[in-house]
Nanobody, 127 residues
């Protein structure tokens, strides 16, 4: 059973950077696509970016929110135990609770398909 635990997040000024971590236990992330979702107050949760295993291969990364392209990137450690979301040039509209989620092999934009979820972490970008 795959279990995901998130860390990182916090308060940052506009234009700043943050890195979120999503640590796996029970299994490695080797056969999983990792989607990063966010939910802002009063809004539905949305998928932001997903990588299907090889973050170094741009074709394996899907951007679902156009405004993060060029600012958000994904990566994983060599042991496929931790996934990362690196966020730069942050804007106030990026403020949200961010979640990582795992699904076998392929990225999807549909939430229910993701089988395993992190607990979420708050990102607040001040002006």
């Amino acid at each position: 059973q795959l279990h995901l635990v998130q860390s990182g997040g916090g308060l940052v000024q506009s234009g700043g950077s943050l890195t979120l971590s999503c640590a796996a236990s029970g299994r490695t992330l080797e056969d999983y696509a990792i989607g990063w979702f966010r939910q802002a107050p009063g809004k539905q949760r949305e998928v932001v970016i997903c990588d299907s295993g090889d973050s170094d291969d741009e074709s394996d990364v899907t951007y679902y929110v156009a405004s993060v392209k060029g600012r958000f990137t994904t990566s994983r450690d060599n042991g496929q135990r931790t996934a990362y979301l690196q966020m730069s040039s942050l804007k106030p509209e990026d403020s949200a609770v961010y979640y990582c989620a795992a699904v076998r092999f392929h990225c999807f934009s549909t939430e229910p398909i993701y089988e395993n979820w992190g607990q979420g972490t708050q990102v607040t970008v001040s002006t």
